[in-house]
């Protein structure tokens, strides 16, 4: 059974740059995609990317001018950074993916538990 | 973007009780939807993809059907575990986006 698990800091000031890391287990990384998915206090859900194991990217426009993934696969790890937050980019951080749903890899069928990102001084 | 509008919002029912989820999509999506529950500090769990498919593991008290534009989400006789937050997602175009989310509590 794959398990992702998230890992990064909890708080970060305006205007710096949040990194996470969402660590999977269980299975192989390679030929899937892997996403990372956000939710802020009380708020819905919000698709921000998915890195592909050979490292090709697509982000959501909402937030492209400031994302970037990349993926480790001999580490079995993946990561995300979002430079230049505010509080706006208060939120849970979910890593997920489908990893092989015979929907495909976007119907998110493996999550983290989340970790939680304060943007604050 | 597909923007995804859930309906309702906020749902209260009983237990026993049939309820009924509407998510409908600004444009065409075929059938690239998936449901999903969300309970308090967990993580979604999916329910239902391309529209209509039961998650493996899921009790069949929980059904989708839809295509296009309209879906439905519904349960057929509330559990207490189902009081919890539901999402649609579409799949089928770049961003992928969720619904807002309809909040099920006990009356």
């Known amino acids: 059974q794959v398990q992702l698990q998230e890992s990064g800091p909890g708080l970060v000031k305006p205007s710096e740059t949040l990194s996470l890391t969402c660590t999977v287990s269980?299975?192989?990384?390679?030929?899937?995609?892997w996403s990372w998915i956000r939710q802020p206090p009380g708020g819905g859900l919000e698709w921000i990317g998915y890195?592909?194991?050979?490292?090709?990217?697509n982000y959501n426009p909402s937030l492209k001018s400031r994302v970037t993934m990349s993926v480790d696969t001999s580490k079995n790890h993946f990561s995300l950074t979002l430079s230049s937050v505010t509080a706006a980019d208060t939120a849970m951080y979910y890593c997920?993916?489908?990893?092989?749903?015979?929907?495909?890899?976007?119907?998110?069928?493996?999550w983290g538990q989340g970790t939680p990102v304060t943007v604050s001084s | 973007d597909i923007q995804l509008t859930q309906s309702p919002s906020f749902l209260s029912a009983s237990v026993g009780d049939r309820v009924t989820i509407t998510c409908r999509a600004s444009?065409?999506?075929?059938?690239?939807l998936a449901w999903y529950q969300q309970k308090p500090g967990k993580a979604p769990q999916v329910l239902i993809y391309?529209?209509?498919t039961l998650q493996s593991g899921v009790p069949s008290r929980f059904s989708g059907s839809g295509s296009g534009t309209e879906f439905t989400l519904r349960i057929s006789s509330l559990q207490p575990e189902d009081f919890a937050t539901y999402y649609c997602?579409?799949?089928?175009?770049?961003?992928?986006?969720f619904g807002q989310g309809t909040r099920l509590e006990i009356k």
């Open positions: 269980g299975g192989s990384m390679n030929t899937y995609y």
């Open positions: 890195i592909y194991s050979s490292g090709s990217t």
């Open positions: 997602q579409q799949f089928g175009t770049y961003p992928i986006t």
């Open positions: 391309a529209a209509s």
């Open positions: 444009q065409g999506i075929s059938s690239y």
């Open positions: 997920a993916s489908g990893r092989g749903h015979e929907s495909g890899d976007n119907v998110f069928a493996y």
